[in-house]
């Protein structure tokens, strides 16, 4: 079953699939948030990650990069103990080192998303050497999650839901071409 039938009337994931999955992201922070739950998903359930969502949104100061990029020891073991997220010590830190990449990026591209935007469009495979070889703790299946749920690759809704169409309106990176 795809995951529109399976979103459908659900609690967590009928919001989250009528509303973001797959819809384009314009702010460095939610980009950011997408790309560390993603990270946090790994070996997962989404729905924990659901569940979890707003914990993690408090734990990381809204996923601002500025502040997650300066995180020391003693936000590192404040983010360890905080049972609202998960705590997995190569997670946080990745979120911590991938926040730190980010600012990085927005030196040379202005942003996380015109980063993307210049690298865009790539095949699965590309997106993915990319990630490994600019993020830690992304592999395939965050990648390209990740990718889907930013409107960067295609497939996050089949053709006949509704939500595909709005997607489509508001011009995802997937359905542009570089000239």
């Known amino acids: 079953m795809s995951y529109c039938k399976a979103a459908r009337g659900h609690d967590y994931h009928g919001p989250y699939h009528d509303n973001e999955y797959g819809f384009p992201i314009a702010s460095d922070d939610a980009l950011f948030e997408r790309l560390v739950l993603e990270i946090n998903q790994a070996g997962l359930s989404w729905l924990t990650i659901l569940k979890k969502r707003e914990g993690f949104r408090r734990a990381y100061d809204g996923f601002d990069l500025v502040k997650v990029s300066r995180y020391g020891n003693r936000q590192r073991a404040r983010l360890l103990a905080d049972e609202s997220i998960i705590r997995n010590r190569l997670k946080v ?87």
């Open 93 to 179: 830190d990745a979120a911590i080192e991938n926040a730190k990449r980010i600012l990085s990026i927005r030196e040379s591209h202005r942003s996380f998303r015109g980063w993307l935007d210049e690298h865009h469009p790539r095949e699965k495979a590309d997106w993915i050497k990319l990630f490994k070889k600019t993020f830690v703790f992304t592999g395939g299946e965050i990648t390209g999650e990740f990718l889907l749920s930013t409107g960067y690759l295609p497939g996050a809704h089949d053709v006949e839901c509704p939500v595909y169409r709005k997607i489509l309106k508001l011009g995802p990176a997937w359905r542009r071409r570089r000239s």
